[in-house]
């Protein structure tokens, strides 16, 4: 663990290097709504103690901060004890790798302050983003605002929600009520959302502090997040490579500890793919689990929203705050949200765990192998492995991108420059022209290439050979899936075919990139939920993340989550 | 089958896309590849298999239909906030000429 050497101001570049914030690159100009909070020339705070009105000026610690260790700062910045204290451990350790747990145990015991939790990252982001890219939108007052929050609670001796002061990233494909929500799109670029979506609702109900909004591929319509209209995001393993996506701005953020959870969307494999190439965790609970109501749709069968993190505890504390009933999601059911926390430590012995045969045809062999480790592992957990057929996997992509593209042709319709986001100036020849106009320049080449194939397969004389056949098909893959779990509890896949690939090497190929989602985009169809979690990395460099996907039955979270605990804390997430 | 030109501008057309005649060309071609993958469907008898309708699995509740009762909703000016020409309670937009 490093120790944290806090070196001037924490979350405002500015102090550190003397220089002017303007000449940064444009992530550091982002943090600059920090110097609402936390300028060097704004005045001392009062030492009054900690929350209240007094909790206003607490942001000011770059006035005397200076070049000391966190450690002394503490100091400072407790003057009701007067005393010196000796140095309790705790004050070693980096506050962007705390969990979940220790955050809540860390501010419970008044060892540290959501603020300052808050500001590390938001430092942190400032340092580090320009290089991964991860945020679009930097939230940091809002972020700063909710921090405080959560302080007085300490203060006020009030019980602690469960995400208490825990720094969260937003997929920008989620709506943040006074936030730009671009959808990584020009046509939403200065789109700004009148209400919250019900899981960030959920997540600041709970006390999570919102750092900002996270890249992805535009209107998540990819598998690397160079499909972004703004800039790719690059892999905070290895800088050469794609983060996955369309979530990867989520997972990069997770992955490079700009934020501790996040939130992202997965479709055909969205939050699962990115998370393996970043080594983090990811999850998409069964369709209906957790309300898309505030998600921007993109295929409404298909369409979730989940979690990122480093530690499956983490998933289960963040799925059992967002899942759950939402009258404003017609699709979200009433099926009771299990203590998922408490389901993690059941034994897995005797569970059946099943290996479809299908996944491992066409696997790059390095992939492979981790794969095989983590299958053993899991054997000497003394789970019961057993080789099953899912027989219509290979129809698989055919399907989601028959179904997929449907659904986004008809969802995307609303883009037509009327009601919201950009409008072409263009448009002398009255309304028809107007629409075409907007959605040329305000779409990018992948989301037009998806609606066109949407189009194509729901037009007319088209309908029945392409989109009724998939559906058939589909009903094909979901008995697969039922069959199998006749037999098995857990089916084990590998998450993709290979890790992490170059930035620019399938652009120029959309079928290339389609078939990076097979052993995702399966579970997707039939609705049940799936995890990715980290199995080891690749024996050669530059010896990228490899990520093993977990299935389980419909509204079987636990199980999943159960599997995944135990595999981490028999050291499954490295592998070697 | 395959795909041509006249398909891509026909498809375009329907969508609300003004294509390029690059753009054209060069979803003609990969469109027209994802499309000839897509025909492995065809591989699979499906004949008497249902189309699948709800995604839920076996056994959920399904999701009821809510009361058809007001809720409240976004006032006039907070609905109009994004649009790119806003009138007095209304989204302006270009005058409206018969198609050809």
């Known amino acids: ?222 598998s690397s997040t160079e499909n972004s209209a703004f800039f790719p995001t690059r892999n905070p393993v290895e800088p050469s490579r794609v983060p996955g996506g369309s979530s990867g701005g989520s997972a990069a953020a997770v992955a490079a500890h700009l934020a501790t959870i996040a939130l992202g969307s997965d479709t055909g494999g969205s939050i699962r793919q990115p998370a393996a190439y970043c080594g983090v965790a990811g999850m998409m609970g069964s369709y209906g689990r957790v309300s898309r109501y505030g998600l921007v749709a993109f295929a409404s069968s298909l369409d979730h929203i989940g979690p990122f993190a480093r530690s499956v505890a983490d998933l289960a504390c963040v799925l059992g705050v967002i899942a759950g009933r939402d009258p404003l999601d017609s699709t979200s059911v009433d099926v009771p949200v299990r203590d998922y926390g408490a389901a993690l430590d059941g034994d897995v012995r005797g569970l059946k765990v099943g290996i479809p045969r299908e996944y491992f045809e066409g696997l790059s062999s390095e992939t492979g192998a981790n794969i095989q480790k983590a299958v053993d592992l899991l054997a000497r957990l003394g789970c019961e492995v057993h080789s099953i057929s899912l027989p219509h996997t290979a129809f698989a992509i055919g399907c989601y991108y028959i179904i997929a593209t449907a659904e986004a042709s008809s969802n995307l319709a609303r883009y037509d420059g009327v009601r919201y986001g950009f409008r072409s100036e263009d448009h002398k020849n009255g309304l028809r022209e107007m629409y075409k106009k907007t959605r040329d320049a305000g779409f990018g080449a992948e989301v037009k290439r998806r609606i066109m194939l949407g189009t194509y397969v729901l037009s007319s004389g088209y309908y029945d050979a392409y989109y009724r056949k998939a559906q058939q098909v589909r009903s094909l893959i979901a008995r697969d899936f039922l069959e199998a779990f006749d037999e098995v509890d857990v089916i084990v896949t590998p998450t993709s075919p290979f890790p992490a690939f170059k930035l620019g090497e399938r652009v120029d190929d959309p079928l290339q990139m389609y078939l990076a989602d097979i052993y995702t985009v399966n579970a997707s169809l039939a609705g049940i939920p799936g995890i990715s979690v980290p199995c080891g990395r690749t024996a050669t460099k530059p010896c990228l993340p490899v990520g093993m996907q977990i299935l389980a039955r419909h509204f079987d979270e636990a199980r999943l989550l159960q599997v995944a605990h135990a595999f981490e804390k028999a050291g499954g997430f490295a592998i070697a | 089958m395959t795909l041509t030109e006249d398909d891509v501008r026909y498809v375009a057309e329907l969508a609300h896309l003004e294509l390029t005649g690059g753009e054209v060309k060069l979803f003609k071609l990969q469109l027209g590849a994802i499309l000839e993958y897509m025909q492995k469907l065809n591989e699979l008898d499906t004949a008497n298999i249902e189309p699948m309708a709800q995604v839920l699995g076996p056994g959920a509740p399904n999701p009821s239909i809510r009361a058809d009762r007001n809720v409240p909703c976004f006032p006039q000016e907070i609905a109009l906030a994004n649009a790119p020409d806003p009138g007095p309670g209304l989204f302006r937009v270009p005058s409206v000429i018969e198609r050809e």
């Open chain 1, 1 to 222: 663990m490093r120790p944290t050497q806090v070196q001037g101001c924490s979350g405002c570049p500015a102090s550190s290097n003397g220089n002017n914030i303007l000449k940064e690159s444009s992530a550091d100009r982002r943090i600059c709504g920090l110097r609402l909070f936390a300028h060097p020339t704004d005045k001392p705070r009062s030492h009054k103690g900690l929350g209240g009105a007094d909790m206003a000026s607490f942001g000011h610690v770059c006035d005397f901060r200076g070049s000391q260790t966190l450690q002394s700062a503490r100091f400072l910045r407790h003057p009701l004890t007067r005393i010196v204290r000796p140095i309790p451990r705790h004050y070693t350790m980096d506050l962007t790798e705390l969990n979940i747990s220790q955050i809540r145990n860390a501010l419970a015991a008044k060892q540290v302050s959501a603020e300052e939790i808050c500001q590390e990252h938001l430092k942190r982001i400032g340092e580090r983003d320009s290089e991964v890219r991860a945020y679009l939108t930097v939230t940091a007052e809002r972020a700063l605002a909710q921090a405080r929050k959560v302080d007085r609670l300490v203060t006020e001796g009030r019980p602690l929600p469960a995400l208490a002061g825990v720094p969260v990233a937003i997929k920008d494909a989620i709506v943040t009520r006074g936030v730009r929500t671009t959808c990584a799109s020009k046509i939403l670029e200065n789109y700004v959302s009148p209400y919250d979506a019900t899981a960030v609702e959920r997540l600041e109900s709970a006390g999570g502090v919102i750092l900002g909004k996270t890249n992805c591929d535009e209107f998540a319509m990819g």
